[in-house]
C-alpha cells in the first residue's frame, strides 16, 4: 500500500511569506501528526490531528497552525515565516499510534531567505 | 514533563562486535517506546516497540522500568546497520487521545567499520 506522502518535497520562501504544506496518510490511519526537524533541535511534536480534531499541540507559536479533512489528508500552515523556522518538517500517520507507532513520510524542506 | 535521552550523539563499532544504543527516558505515566531508524537518504522508519516484545533486523530492546531505560542492543553489528538511531516515547495512552505525541531523543549515529 502506498505509504504517507508529503508534497511539495522542496520549498523556498522569502521572510514574511506563509506557506502550507500537504500531507496524505496511509490509508485507513485517522491520525496525522506533524513534526519539524533541525539540526539543533531534533525532532519537535507541532501537532497530532485524528478525524479532523486537533487532540494536541506541541510548544509553537500560533503561526503554526494545521488542519485536517475528512478523507484524513492534512495540510500544516506557517504564516510570518522567520529564517528560524528553516527545517524538515515530518508528517506521520497512524492506525493506533501506541501500539503501532507511526509511519512517517519523506517530509518537507523548507528553506526561509 | 517526558525526556528520552540519548547520551551518545556518536557510536563507532566494528562489523561483528556488539552493539548498544543508550537510551534512558522520564515519564510519570506508563510508557510506551520506540526505537526509530533513518538510513541514509531515507525516511525515518520504525524499528521496533517495546510492546511487541519483537526482534528486528537481529535487534532486541528491553524496557527496564527501575532504571528506566531502553536500550537497544545487537550482538553482531552489521555495515548495513549504519544509521542514525532515534528513541522516542510515546505519551497519553490512557488520555483518551488529548496527549498522544511521540517525544524522541536527540539520536545516535551508528557507525559500523569494515
Known amino acids: 500500500k502506498a505509504g504517507v506522502t508529503q508534497t511539495p518535497r522542496y520549498l523556498i520562501k522569502t521572510r514574511g511569506q506563509q506557506v502550507t504544506l500537504s500531507c496524505s496518510p496511509i490509508?485507513?490511519?485517522?491520525?496525522v501528526s506533524w513534526y519539524q526537524q533541525t539540526p539543533g533541535q531534533g525532532l519537535q511534536f507541532l501537532f497530532e490531528y485524528f478525524s479532523e480534531t486537533q487532540r494536541n499541540k506541541g510548544n509553537f507559536p500560533g503561526r503554526f497552525s494545521g488542519r485536517q479533512f475528512s478523507n484524513s489528508r492534512s495540510e500544516m500552515n506557517v504564516s510570518t515565516l522567520e529564517l528560524g523556522d528553516s527545517a524538515l518538517y515530518l508528517c506521520?500517520?497512524?492506525?493506533?499510534?501506541?501500539?503501532?507507532?507511526?509511519?512517517f513520510g519523506s517530509g518537507t524542506r523548507l528553506t526561509v531567505v | 514533563a517526558q525526556r528520552v535521552t540519548q547520551p551518545e550523539k556518536l557510536l563507532s563499532v566494528f562489523k561483528g562486535a556488539p552493539v548498544e544504543l543508550k537510551c534512558n527516558y522520564s515519564y510519570s505515566g506508563s510508557p510506551e517506546l520506540f526505537w526509530y531508524v533513518q538510513y541514509s537518504r531515507q525516511r525515518l522508519q520504525l524499528l521496533l516497540r517495546h510492546i511487541s516484545r519483537e526482534s528486528i533486523k537481529g535487534f532486541t530492546a528491553d524496557l527496564n522500568k527501575g532504571e528506566t531505560s531502553f536500550h537497544l542492543k545487537k550482538p553482531f553489528a552489521q555495515e548495513e546497520d549504519s544509521a542514525m538511531y532515534y528513541c522516542?516515547?510515546?505519551?497519553?495512552?490512557?488520555?483518551?487521545?488529548?496527549?498522544?505525541?511521540?517525544?524522541f531523543g536527540k539520536g545516535t549515529l551508528l557507525t559500523v567499520n569494515p
Open positions: 490509508s485507513g490511519h485517522r491520525s
Open positions: 522516542a516515547l510515546f505519551t497519553g495512552k490512557n488520555s483518551g487521545g488529548s496527549n498522544y505525541k511521540l517525544t
Open positions: 506521520a500517520s497512524s492506525f493506533s499510534s501506541f501500539l503501532y507507532g507511526y509511519t
